[in-house]
């Protein structure tokens, strides 16, 4: 159990460009999370999947975010042609079933220049 | 959906106190888990604790699932405890997001 990963830690890019996070759950883990955070916020919801299915999208995952898990296992975050306001760290989670508990990896740190 | 708060948002002690920080949420849940997050971002989890009492070395929580409110006890603080602790939680019933509260800024002063 190496617990959760994620690549890359760190993204600059600019405005206009697209961006694409992996996320490596934790082997056995059927969910897997995605959560945004801003600073001197709390981690927010993006979406969730049991599976390779996407059971739950947040409002906050507008039409410029995508995200999938084709094979139940990794996961892709993508966002196309980012603005300013994306900026932020990228977190992924993954839990063993519903009602267990979740288990975040160190995050993707996003800035938009 | 569920409202999860924190309290206090901030707090400042001498290294060797022991403090209390408090997470009420608004409906019943089959998850809450309390996390502490370094200064580079890093969310570690602390304890899985929908009910009941949990110890590990210098902390403790403690969940009373019936009047809706969880506390994490840190005692002998140590510098390394310094960062932002949160609470989080899945309600029973509706979706099964993890909600997070505001956190608690925990300053330890040697």
């Known amino acids: 159990d190496t617990g959760v990963s994620q690549n890359p830690r760190h993204k600059i890019t600019k405005r206009g460009q697209n961006v694409t996070f992996r996320c490596d759950p934790i082997s056995e883990h059927n969910r897997l999370y995605w959560y945004r955070q801003t600073l001197g916020q709390g981690p927010e919801f993006l979406t969730y999947f049991q599976n390779e299915a996407q059971l739950e999208k947040s409002r906050l995952l507008s039409d410029r975010f995508s995200a999938e898990r084709p094979k139940g296992s990794f996961s892709t975050l993508e966002i196309q042609r980012t603005e300013q306001g994306d900026s932020a760290m990228y977190l992924c989670?993954?839990?063993?079933?519903?009602?267990?508990?979740?288990?975040f990896g160190n995050g993707t740190r996003l800035t938009v220049t | 959906g569920i409202q999860v708060e924190q309290s206090p948002p901030d707090l400042i002690l001498q290294e060797g106190a022991n403090s209390t920080l408090r997470c009420n949420f608004s409906d019943s849940v089959n998850n809450l888990q309390w996390f502490h997050q370094n200064p580079w971002g890093q969310l570690i989890n602390l304890f899985y604790i929908p009910s009941g009492t949990k110890q590990n070395g210098r902390l403790s929580a403690t969940t009373v699932a019936t009047e809706r409110y969880s506390l994490l006890y840190i005692s002998s603080s140590q510098t390394t405890d310094s960062g932002v602790y949160f609470c989080?939680?899945?309600?029973?019933?509706?979706?099964?997001?993890?909600?997070f509260g505001t956190g608690t800024r925990l300053t330890i002063i040697p």
């Open positions: 989670a993954s839990s063993y079933t519903q009602g267990s508990p979740l288990h």
């Open positions: 989080a939680a899945i309600p029973n019933f509706g979706n099964e997001k993890l909600t």
